[in-house]
Antibody, heavy 121, light 111 residues
Framework: QVQLQESGPGLVKPSETLSLTCTVS?????????WGWIRQPPGKGLEWIGS???????YYKPSLKSRVTISVDTSKNQLSLKLSSVTAADTAVYYC??????????????WGQGTLVTVSS | QSALTQPASVSGSPGQSITISCTGT?????????ISWYQQHPGKAPKFLIF???KRPSGVSNRFSGSKSGNTASLTISGLQAEDEADYYC???????????FGGGTKLTVL
């Protein structure tokens, strides 16, 4: 059974870059699936950030595209998220997820427990 | 990207059935079976409930079911239980990956 675990700094200063890692166990990232990042500001709903396929193809939410980089390290079985020029609006719980696809659709089917990142000086 | 509209809250008594709607457009909900549903308890990660609009992954109770009519997808929970009290989200995600959006979420209260 796949397990995902996010890790990274819990506090980031405004204008700096948020960097998170998601370590995957129980499944090899290089074997398939999309892998994604989703965030949830405190007390608010879920927001899709972007996804990546094993080939390295990436898809980002248009409003975040200029600041986001998602990558995979198959040797470590990890995916990473970098979000630059952060502001207080980027304060959120960040989740990584394995994304299954069938038919015409995809769906985040397995989630990490999430990690809270606060943007503050 | 268009938004998916969910009611802010719904409520029901134990044993009853409730339905949560998720309204989109002909480009997402109306065209394909793009909708998935998630349950989230406070402080926890979302749990995957429904995919392709109506299908349940293994291990999910058959008390949860999905349907679609026009541009509105729905999640029905039958035989409501106290543990069903949570937030519920719909998601539209086409395989192209270029248009992914979550609904605003619905808080279910079990009276």
């Amino acid at each position: 059974q796949v397990q995902l675990q996010e890790s990274g700094p819990g506090l980031v200063k405004p204008s700096e870059t948020l960097s998170l890692t998601c370590t995957v166990s129980g499944y090899s990232i290089s074997s398939g699936y999309f892998w994604g990042w989703i965030r949830q500001p405190p007390g608010k709903g879920l927001e899709w950030i972007g996804s990546i396929y094993r080939s390295g193809s990436t898809y980002y939410k248009p409003s975040l595209k200029s600041r986001v980089t998602i990558s995979v390290d198959t040797s470590k079985n990890q995916l990473s998220l970098k979000l630059s020029s952060v502001t207080a609006a980027d304060t959120a719980v960040y989740y990584c997820a394995r994304v299954g696809c069938s038919g015409n659709s995809c769906y985040p089917e397995s989630w990490g427990q999430g990690t809270l990142v606060t943007v503050s000086s | 990207q268009s938004a998916l509209t969910q009611p802010a809250s719904v409520s029901g008594s134990p044993g009853q059935s409730i339905t949560i709607s998720c309204t989109g457009t002909s480009s997402d909900v109306g065209s394909y079976d793009l909708i998935s549903w998630y349950q989230q308890h406070p402080g926890k990660a979302p749990k995957f409930l429904i995919f392709e609009g109506t299908k349940r992954p293994s291990g999910v109770s058959n008390r949860f079911s999905g349907s679609k009519s026009g541009n509105t997808a729905s999640l029905t929970i039958s035989g409501l239980q106290a543990e069903d009290e949570a937030d519920y989200y719909c998601c539209s995600y086409a395989q192209s990956g270029t248009s992914v959006v979550f609904g605003g979420g619905t808080k279910l209260t079990v009276l």
